[in-house]
Structure formats: structure tokens, C-alpha cells
């Protein structure tokens, strides 16, 4: 079956450590994105990627870094400038231009907590 | 710029009783709206979208929204709520000058009660 895959499903962080969250899809779609997703705030795009080797800037990207060297895997980085990292982070992807009826779809989300 | 918004952060019906969760919109030209709904720790799943074409649009598990164009709204709704409907819904507009960019609306957690 097509889909997302999240991993991990729980992940810890130390202060001044580095985090990556894992999400590879199979639905040979284009564009991948990555939210977070905080109680009672909707969900926030972090990064967004159109291509491979190629991203953008979110609305909240500062503290986060990602990378698109493949078209199936989108990682992102929590880096210790993240301050507030704790929360819900979910990947999803859609199909490009061509295809601007479909909707996201969406990985099973890791939740992000500090120890 | 793009926008949704649901104006209620959570709606309470009875189980067997119709439901109606509400989404407005603001875009410039003809808006591709979609809902979604979400379970505990899990993503969103995709439930129904209006692209263009009739104004009743019906989705998965028996939900159907409405788009009303000159209310700019898309409600969500089901004539009979079951418990296993308890759940975070969101509607979403698709970005039609960047088709990559999707604007969520911070989402209503639906309680349906036996």
C-alpha cells in the first residue's frame, strides 16, 4: 500500500542535541511538507519541498532544518536553536501542479518531547 | 492572502442527531477547499473536497459538506453522528497562486455523546 511512513513514533530530546525525524513516502508525489502541530493551534508548515534538492521556508522555520536529496524522503532536523520543540510534528505530501485537485496526504506524526 | 477559518473550537451533539461543523474561507478566485479529520496520535486522514461542480459535495464515512460561495463557507455535516465520529476535524484551502502551500484552520474537536 501506498503511503507515509513516520519514524520514530516518540522521540526525546536532550538540551543542546540535535533531533531528526524520519518520513519517507511511496506514492511518487512531488511535494513534501513538514507541520507542527501544537494543542489548539492548528498545524503550522515548518518547511515545504516542490523537488528534490530543493525547499522552502514555512511559517516557523527558525530552529529547523530539513534536506530533499531523494523524491521519496523529506528528513527534518530539530536543532538545539529550537527552544520550544516540543510538540507533534507530522510529514505530509501531494502531488504537483498537474494535480492540484488531490489532497495532502499524511504520515502518523512523532511526538517531540524534552527530557 | 489565504485563509479558513472555523469558528468553533468544539461542537457537542448526540449520537443519531445530525452534526454541522462550521469552515469559512477568504481566497482570491475559486477556492479548492478539503476537510480532514484526525484521531489521537494519528495524521489526517482526507474526508471530502469541493474543487468545483456541484455544491454538495459527499465524502467517506457518510460526511457531506456544503459550499455556499456567496457565504464563503464549506460546513461539514452528516445527518446521523455516531460515537466513533468523536474526533479533531480541519478544513483546509488549497494556495491557487502556489499550488504546494495548503492553509489549515486551527481545527474542531467534535464530541459525539451515546
Known amino acids: 500500500d501506498g503511503g507515509i511512513t513516520q519514524s520514530p513514533k516518540y522521540l526525546f530530546r536532550k538540551e543542546g542535541q540535535n533531533v531528526t525525524l524520519s518520513c519517507e513516502q511511496n506514492?511518487?508525489?512531488?511535494?513534501m511538507y513538514w507541520y507542527r502541530q501544537d494543542p489548539g493551534q492548528g498545524l503550522r508548515l515548518i518547511y515545504y519541498s516542490q523537488i528534490v534538492n530543493d525547499f522552502q521556508k514555512g511559517d516557523i522555520a527558525e530552529g529547523y532544518s530539513v534536506s530533499r536529496e531523494k523524491k521519496e524522503s523529506f528528513p527534518l532536523t530539530v536543532t538545539s536553536a529550537q527552544k520550544n520543540p516540543t510538540a507533534f510534528y507530522l510529514c505530509?505530501?501531494?502531488?504537483?501542479?498537474?494535480?492540484?485537485?488531490?489532497?495532502?496526504?499524511f504520515g502518523d506524526g512523532t511526538r517531540l518531547s524534552i527530557l | 492572502a489565504q485563509s479558513v477559518a472555523q469558528p468553533e473550537d468544539q461542537v457537542n451533539v448526540a449520537e443519531g442527531n445530525p452534526l454541522t461543523v462550521k469552515c469559512t474561507y477568504s481566497v482570491s478566485g475559486n477556492p479548492y477547499l478539503f476537510w480532514y479529520v484526525q484521531y489521537p496520535n494519528r495524521g489526517l486522514q482526507f474526508l471530502l473536497k469541493y474543487i468545483t461542480g456541484d455544491n454538495l459535495v459527499k465524502g467517506s464515512y457518510g460526511f457531506e459538506a456544503e459550499f455556499n460561495k456567496s457565504q464563503t463557507s464549506f460546513h461539514l455535516k452528516k445527518p446521523s453522528a455516531l460515537v466513533s465520529d468523536s474526533a479533531l476535524y480541519f478544513c483546509?484551502?488549497?494556495?491557487?497562486?502556489?499550488?504546494?502551500?495548503?492553509?489549515f484552520g486551527s481545527g474542531t474537536k467534535l464530541n459525539v455523546k451515546p
Open positions: 505530509a505530501s501531494s502531488g504537483q501542479t498537474g494535480a492540484s485537485n488531490q489532497p495532502q496526504h
Open positions: 483546509a484551502v488549497r494556495d491557487i497562486r502556489n499550488f504546494n502551500k495548503f492553509y
Open positions: 506514492l511518487n508525489h512531488d511535494a
